[in-house]
């Protein structure tokens, strides 16, 4: 036997472990559903339309709905953080990607609410997105980690699947429960390490590091994202605008030809 049970292994607090993955992805996904649905409906009733037409820079609506919700997240997200807690289910270094996760989560909402034009159909759909890929998807990935023959495909499909924070937020909780499995494959011929506690603190700091790093590289893509489809839908309202006015002095032209001919 190489490594020994754990306290929680021994104890059996760990035999729930997917019911937890499953409880903190549904928790964490109703966060965004609450920003979606606000961004949504004040496209969609043209609030967002009439401040612009008021004088509002569109730069300073976005910064000043972000600093909102950020608040709202760090609150919300610091309760279910702290049922964890008091819970037994903390792991190291899970309240760093708490405060990390919340960023790119606003922007990649912001980004996915110019997708619809139903409120309550994007609650619903958010819901199930953040749901499905920060459980099932974690669940599965870490699956094919902990397996010899899975390994190599579980890193292919964590790369891709990363540039999802809901699931990278997830993964790296997941991957933290299971990291003697995990660190045992990938560093199979440095298992002698293990008997020392700063070997094993390093090498489990180094396996949460790319999930880290992909959270921080979602914060940039998601706000590239956010300006340019920001910059396409004003065109395309501007368009249809203009092809409105056209319509309108079309119509207008051909009610006056009528009452001449009478």
């Not at 609030?47 to 910064?63: T, V």
């Not at 819901?127 to 023959?149: A, D, N, Y």
Request: charged letters at 20%; a negative charge.
């Amino acid at each position: 036997k190489v490594l020994g049970k754990t306290y929680k292994q021994e104890t059996g607090s760990d035999y729930n472990s997917d019911g937890v993955i499953v409880f903190v992805a549904v928790a964490y996904a109703l966060i965004p559903s609450n920003i979606i649905a606000i961004i949504v409906k004040e496209r969609i009733n043209n609030s967002k339309h009439l401040m612009k037409l008021s004088g509002m820079n569109i730069i300073s609506y976005w910064i000043v709905n972000f600093f909102y919700e950020i608040i709202k997240y760090y609150f919300t997200g610091g309760i279910c953080l702290l049922i964890i807690y008091l819970f037994d289910y903390y792991e190291t270094f899970l309240i760093d990607f708490y405060l990390l996760y919340g960023p790119p989560l606003i922007l990649m909402t912001y980004v996915l609410s110019f997708f619809f034009d139903d409120e309550s159909d994007a609650q619903f759909k958010i819901i199930l997105f953040h749901s499905l890929f920060g459980s099932l998807g974690s669940m599965i990935i870490v699956f094919f980690r902990g397996s010899e023959k899975t390994h190599l495909l579980g890193k292919i499909l964590e790369f891709f699947l990363c540039l999802i924070p809901s699931f990278t937020f997830i993964f790296s909780y997941n991957l933290s429960r299971n990291y003697y499995q995990i660190i045992f494959i990938d560093y199979y011929d440095k298992i002698r390490t293990f008997l020392n506690d700063d070997y094993l603190l390093m090498d489990y700091f180094l396996l949460l590091l790319g999930p880290f790093c992909f959270l921080i590289l979602d914060i940039i893509i998601y706000l590239i994202l956010l300006i340019l489809i920001e910059k396409i839908f004003n065109k395309e309202i501007c368009f249809k605008n203009q092809l409105q006015l056209i319509n309108n002095e079309e119509q207008r032209d051909s009610g006056v030809i009528k009452e001449e001919l009478r």
